[in-house]
C-alpha cells in the first residue's frame, strides 16, 4: 500500500513563501506522476501542479504560474512544491497524490486519474 506524506504547511503573510514536501513510501510507480492539489474552504478540489518521475515534465494550473515550482528527488522518493508570491487565495488544504499510469503521453490534472492520496497539509495566507 503506497502511502504519500505532506508536509511543510502553515500559516504566512501574503508575499511570503512557503515549500511543500510530499513523501512517497515506495516507488512502485516509478514512471508515473506525481501532482499536487488543492481544496479551499466551501470549494472543489483543484489541480495546481504535476510532475513525470520520469523525464520531469511539469504542468501547471494557469492560477500559480510563474509563483508555483514542483520538482522532484527520485532518491529520496520525494516530490515538493515551491510556493512564492502567496496570496490569501492559495489558502487550502494541499494534497499530494500519484497518477499511476507508465510513462503516459500527456501530464494532467484530472482527479480520477491519480489513485493514491496524501492525507494534506493546511496552508493559510494572510493579507
Known amino acids: 500500500q503506497v502511502q504519500l506524506v505532506e508536509s511543510g504547511g502553515g500559516l504566512v503573510q501574503a508575499g511570503g513563501s512557503l515549500r511543500l514536501s510530499c513523501a512517497a513510501s515506495?516507488?512502485?510507480?516509478?514512471?508515473?506522476?506525481m501532482g499536487w492539489f488543492r481544496q479551499a474552504p466551501g470549494k472543489e478540489r483543484a489541480f495546481v501542479a504535476a510532475?513525470?518521475?520520469?523525464?520531469?515534465?511539469?504542468l501547471y494550473a494557469d492560477s500559480v504560474k510563474g509563483r508555483f515550482t514542483i520538482s522532484r528527488d527520485n532518491a529520496k522518493n520525494t516530490v515538493y512544491l515551491e510556493m512564492n508570491s502567496l496570496k490569501p487565495e492559495d489558502t487550502a488544504v494541499y494534497y499530494c497524490?500519484?497518477?499511476?499510469?507508465?510513462?503516459?503521453?500527456?501530464?494532467?490534472?484530472?482527479?480520477?486519474?491519480?489513485?493514491?492520496w496524501g492525507q494534506g497539509t493546511q496552508v493559510t495566507v494572510s493579507s
Open positions: 497524490a500519484v497518477d499511476p499510469r507508465v510513462r503516459p503521453a500527456q501530464i494532467v490534472g484530472v482527479q480520477s486519474l491519480y489513485k493514491y
Open positions: 515506495e516507488r512502485t510507480f516509478s514512471s508515473g506522476v
Open positions: 510532475v513525470s518521475w520520469s523525464d520531469g515534465r511539469t
